[in-house]
Nanobody, 114 residues
Framework: QVQLVESGGGLVQAGGSLRLSCAAS????????MGWFRQAPGKQRELVAS???????NYADSVQGRFTISRVNAKNTMYLQMNNLTPEDTAVYYC???WGNGLWGQGTQVTVSS
């Protein structure tokens, strides 16, 4: 059974940085597209960034140039480097694997203070 576990969230001041990690169990990690989503209070869950199995990336306009998604297949781990954070980035961030009906992690809270 594949499981995704996020880590790295926390409280940071505006302009600061955080790096999120998503560790996956199971041998399929290296062949599946992955992504980071976020959900702010009262808002729908939205795609932040995605990465294919070979490293092609895509970003939401709101984070383009500030966030970087990456993966190390040998470590079954995906990352999201977040720089120049703003209060609008405050949300629960979820790791997602494109597999079956979709696999989600439990989420990690990111709070950016002004």
């Amino acid at each position: 059974q594949v499981q995704l576990v996020e880590s790295g969230g926390g409280l940071v001041q505006a302009g600061g940085s955080l790096r999120l990690s998503c560790a996956a169990s199971g041998a399929i990690f290296g062949i599946r597209p992955m992504g980071w989503f976020r959900q702010a209070p009262g808002k729908q869950r939205e795609l932040v960034a995605s990465i294919t199995s070979v490293g092609s990336t895509n970003y939401a306009d709101s984070v383009q140039g500030r966030f970087t998604i990456s993966r190390v297949n040998a470590k079954n781990t995906m990352y999201l480097q977040m720089n120049n954070l703003t209060p609008e980035d405050t949300a629960v961030y979820y790791c997602h694997m494109d597999w079956g009906n979709g696999l989600w992690g439990q989420g990690t809270q990111v709070t950016v203070s002004s």
